[in-house]
C-alpha cells in the first residue's frame, strides 16, 4: 500500500511540473519526434526575434543554475558565464560585439552572454591543461542545460557564433592562450504570432538514418579535400 501511494505521488508530481513548463504549440504541431521523447526537447528553438522585456534577475539565476548541472568530463565544470543587463554601459558593449544582424533582433534581449571555456585547471595546488576539445564539448552540454531550461519556462536562449572574436576576449579581459569563447547568448522572451514582425522559423532535424548507426558507422560525410582554404 505504501509503494502504490508514493508511486502515484511521484507520478502526480512529475505530471504538475510537466503542466508547468510552457510549450510552443506551432512547433508541437510542426515537430514530430521518430520516437517519444520529453516534449522540452523538440519545443526548444532558436527564434530571433526578442520583446524587449526584462527578465527579473532571480529567474535569470535559474538558467544559469540549470547549467550548473551539466555533465562534464572529471567534473571539472569548464564553463564561465558573464552577463550584462539592459541599460547599461556593459549590455551596448556586449551587444557590439555582435554582427549587425544579430544586433538588429539582439538588442531586446533580457541579458546578453558571453561563455567563456578556461583552458587551465587548479587541482590540489598544480596548474593542469584541459584538453581544448573537452573544454569546448563540455561548455555546450552548459549550454543546452540552460537552453533548456529557458524553454521550459517560455524563454528562449540563443546561441550567438556571429561575434567580433577578436575584441571578445579584450572585453572579458582573458586570452586565447588561456581560455577559449566559443559563443555569446541572446536571452529574452519571444513575442505572440500577432506581434511578431517576422516569421517564426520553426527547423527540422535530419531523420535518422543520417546519424544513428547500429554496431557500424556508415560515412556519407563529405571529406572536404577538393576545398581550399585560406
Known sequence: MFFKLFFTTVLLAYSLALEDDKYDTDIEKSRKPEHVIHPLMADRSSQRE?????IPEKELQSLFEASRWAPSSKNIQPWRFVYALPNTTRFNEFAGLLEPANQVWANKSAALVVQIAPLFEEYKGKVY??????AMFDSGSAYLSLALEAAGRGLSAVALGGIDYDRVYKVVNVTQKSHQIPIMIAIGKNPDNKDRKTAKTITPRNTENKWLFRDTFVNTDPDGQDLEFQ
Not at 50 to 54: I, N
Not at 129 to 134: A, E, H, M, S, T
Open 129 to 134: 591543461p584541459i584538453v581544448p576539445f573537452k
Open 50 to 54: 526578442f520583446t524587449g522585456e526584462q
